[in-house]
């Protein structure tokens, strides 16, 4: 196995080629729609990502908001490049002892899935020949590059996608690894330490969708297939070891296809629209009376190959379906899993015969309004099949939420790059080196045994914090006095636990001050720490000040000063469970007396009152 990253990070410098900031926004100011088609790259020759692409014809919709300007509609040439934006990539290379180019020359890619209205991504190539030290092993940092983002995917259909323009301009480092990481974990680890040094700049963006992540994988006898867009770094290992699953699958399919002699469907497509005509359910009910045709190929040989194996949830049939998705279509039927889906024995048993199979063959059914839009898919799903005799084509799949993955397009390759002509080339000067040199900012590995050293915290902690990017919360906090063992937890446990499900970004609500205030109020006795994650929940899920989040945290009730007289009375009520379980009474009385106070004294403290009147019953009661 081997595995290479491309890790993606949003600046927070203000958009490459523009003075727009680098923020979202939900203002639509005005609106309008493209097409957009494929063309030659600087050796004339199509991509064939973009060229299937752009065979789907799609329309695209634009949505412009206060957050871009005519650069991002194409309606303006580019500004000069954002000179923050090149030296925060300067300085990570460095970071990275990675060889800065003498000459930043921005070029052109080739992008027609209308996420960028002009149909190109602008990039430029930064440093190469970095490394990167991890677990103690040196991985090689291939190259870093300087890129705009794209825009916002707001909505899809068959016909078109709508995309917002806040985003397509937004800075972005892209960081790709050499292919020498050997597994899931690993991978997991290289990108938490490149994302560390990203957010050592100071200058990136926070939140889910600001740091992406693709994964080159690839195995013996497979072919590198990239994963694009990964957001959650705790799923880069699932992902790459369920690509491994996959590609072992097909590679199995392979060599079952070879000894049986199968050879390349011929793609001829049947209509078999008339044969299906008392289909009363499923996908192809009524399909000649709505309009709809339904379509077959033959697949010689492949009969009982296109189900899952076992227990594998991976299947040949589910990357033939892929192939018809792309296409525009909602998927396919195939006949291992016939008779089913509504179609009958006597319907399967027509179908065959049409198509003159044997007992060895398989087919394919896809039904659509459009037949123009169904043989574009039979031919897809028909080259896909041809690929499947031979292993594992390169191509380039979406994550999905569940650790799988989805054929997106087949892999990019150098055709879809021409020079960029509104961008003058920009000289990399040694005095400008020189001064981000004198302004490194400290390494993840030096922070990380600074903050176990001076604060005493454990190692695994340091790393949560440096890996989060709080590190720096944490030592403001200890500044103005707070105790760095209570911000680590609150950091590290309370704030993550405390953060609504989906939420792209805490630090939006949460700011140093307003821990400092929130931590403030616990020690002076407003609350418990116990009750720090309710207030934490409460702010995060929009309480304006500090007084709303504990009025919703439950936490404004009288201030307890006497609670061995609660104790008490709690213990006492529940005398009869005291005498008979004695010492095991203690935690539901805990338990009862931890609700009354809510939150609004620690529970060591209440824990120590339990334990009084546990004892002066006990001892009332012996007397």
């Known amino acids: 196995m081997k595995v290479g990253l491309e890790v993606h990070q949003q600046l927070s410098t203000g958009k490459l080629f523009c003075a727009c900031p680098s923020e979202f926004s939900e203002v639509v100011t005005h609106s309008f729609s493209r097409r957009l088609r494929a063309s030659g790259g600087e050796n004339r020759a199509v991509d064939a990502a973009a060229a299937l ?38 300085q990570l290379a460095l970071l990275l002892g990675a060889r ?32 990167l030290e991890v677990g103690g092993r040196r991985h090689a940092i291939d190259t870093i590059c300087l890129e705009e983002d794209a825009a916002r995917k707001i909505a899809d259909s068959k016909e078109g996608v709508t995309y917002r323009l806040d985003r397509l301009g937004i800075p972005l480092i892209e960081i790709a690894t050499g292919p020498d990481i050997s597994d899931g974990r690993e991978a997991r680890e290289v990108a938490e330490e490149i994302g560390a040094l990203l957010r050592a700049t100071g200058r990136v963006r926070r939140g889910i969708g600001t740091i992406r992540e693709d994964l080159n994988v690839s ?45 390349p469907p011929s793609g001829t497509v049947h209509d078999v629209t008339p044969l299906l005509t008392e289909v009363a359910s499923g996908p192809l009910a009524g ?36 192939q018809a998705r792309s296409a525009g279509l909602g998927g396919l ?29 398989a087919f394919v059914l896809v039904v659509d309004p459009s037949r123009d839009r169904a043989e574009a898919a039979l031919r897809r799903i028909a080259t896909r099949a041809v690929a499947a005799l031979e292993g594992i084509p390169g191509e380039t799949r979406d994550p999905l939420p569940d650790g799988r993955t989805r054929y997106s397009r087949p892999l990019p390759g150098r055709d879809r790059m021409y020079p960029e002509t509104d961008v003058p080339p920009i000289p990399i000067t040694a005095e400008r080196l020189a001064l981000l040199r004198a ?26 914090l440096v890996a989060s990017g709080e590190a720096e919360w944490l030592e403001e906090l200890v500044h103005r006095g707070r105790a760095p063992g209570i ?91 005291v005498r008979e379980r004695g010492d095991a009474a203690f935690s539901p009385l805990m338990g009862d007396v931890m609700r009354e106070v809510r939150g609004r004294r620690d529970g060591k403290d209440i824990a120590d009152a339990v334990r009084r009147s546990i004892a002066r019953l006990r001892a009332e009661t012996n007397g």
């Open 53 to 90: 692409q752009a065979e789907r014809g799609l329309l695209y919709s634009y949505e412009s908001t206060p957050c871009d300007c005519l650069v991002e509609m194409d309606e303006e040439p580019p500004h000069p490049l954002n000179a923050s934006a090149l030296d925060t990539a300067l």
């Open 439 to 464: 302004r490194l900012p400290e390494r993840p590995a030096a922070q990380r045994d600074r903050l176990v050293a001076e604060y005493q915290l454990p190692a695994e902690i340091a790393r949560q």
């Open 287 to 322: 399909a000649r009376r709505k309009g709809r045709v339904v379509l077959a190929i033959s697949l010689p040989g492949f009969a009982d190959l296109l189900r899952s194996a076992g227990d594998s949830e991976e299947r040949l049939g589910r990357e033939l379906a892929d």
């Open 219 to 263: 195995i013996e006898g497979g072919r590198r297939i990239e994963i694009k867009g990964v957001q959650e770094l705790r799923k880069i290992q699932e992902y790459a070891d369920r690509e491994v699953g996959r590609q072992l699958t097909l590679l199995s399919v392979r060599d079952q296809l070879q000894a049986r002699g199968a050879t």
């Open 100 to 131: 800065p180019v003498d000459e930043v020359e921005v070029m052109r890619k080739i992008v027609v899935d209308g996420s960028n209205t002009s149909g190109f991504q602008r990039t430029a190539l930064i440093a190469t020949n970095g490394h």
């Open 487 to 577: 911000v680590a937890r609150v950091l590290t446990q309370d704030l993550p636990a405390a953060t609504p499900e989906g939420a792209t970004d805490s630090g939006a609500t949460l700011t140093v001050d307003r821990l400092d205030e929130l931590l403030g109020a616990a020690e002076s006795g407003r609350f418990s720490k116990e009750g720090i994650p309710a207030v934490l929940a409460a702010w995060l899920a929009g309480a304006p000040t500090l007084d709303v989040a504990v009025e919703r945290a439950g936490l404004t009730g009288p201030k307890v000063d006497d609670l061995d007289a609660i104790a008490d009375r709690i213990v006492r009520a529940n005398a009869p469970m």
């Open 333 to 361: 039927l195939h006949s291992d899993e016939l008779p089913g889906h509504g179609l009958s024995s006597d319907d399967v048993t027509r179908v065959r015969e049409a198509l003159t199979l044997e007992e060895k063959d």
